[in-house]
């Protein structure tokens, strides 16, 4: 199974898939190569859950093609707990700021044609 493919079944199951550097332990997301801290090549994969609070989030109004029925929504950065890392998905029903403070605890709840999706705690 490629990388893609287990990215997409983890975000199925609320996980993320992430890769901790055998040499230093420094850990990545899924879409690295090599290791940002020490440039080794050497990965481990580790599973994250999928848990931890709005970062950012950008909420869309006027949708690209194919995405009409889905507005409004909102494209949020998802700092994951326990760790540095952040994630991006889509979040549905998201009309204004108010309805999605930055810090909302989020989480991961599946893979569709959309990408990841996010949904609020």
């Known amino acids: 199974m490629s990388v893609k493919e287990q990215l997409i079944e983890n975000a199925k199951q609320g996980k993320v ?3 901790k550097c ?3 332990g420094h850990l990545h997301l899924s879409t690295v190569y ?3 801290k020490c ?3 050497g990965f481990e994969d580790a599973i994250l859950d999928g848990k931890g609070s709005v970062a950012t989030y950008t909420i869309i109004t006027v949708p690209p093609a194919g995405f009409e029925k889905y507005t409004p929504y909102a494209f949020v950065v998802l700092h994951l707990d326990n760790s540095d890392l952040r994630i991006s998905g889509f979040m549905g029903g ?3 700021p108010e309805d999605l403070p930055v810090g909302t605890k989020a989480k991961i709840t599946g893979f569709d044609e959309r990408g990841i999706i996010v949904e609020k705690q």
Do not use: E, R
């Open 39 to 41: 440039g080794s090549k």
């Open 94 to 96: 998201i009309a204004t």
């Open 34 to 36: 090599f290791c940002q």
């Open 22 to 24: 055998t040499k230093c």
């Open 17 to 19: 898939l992430a890769h």
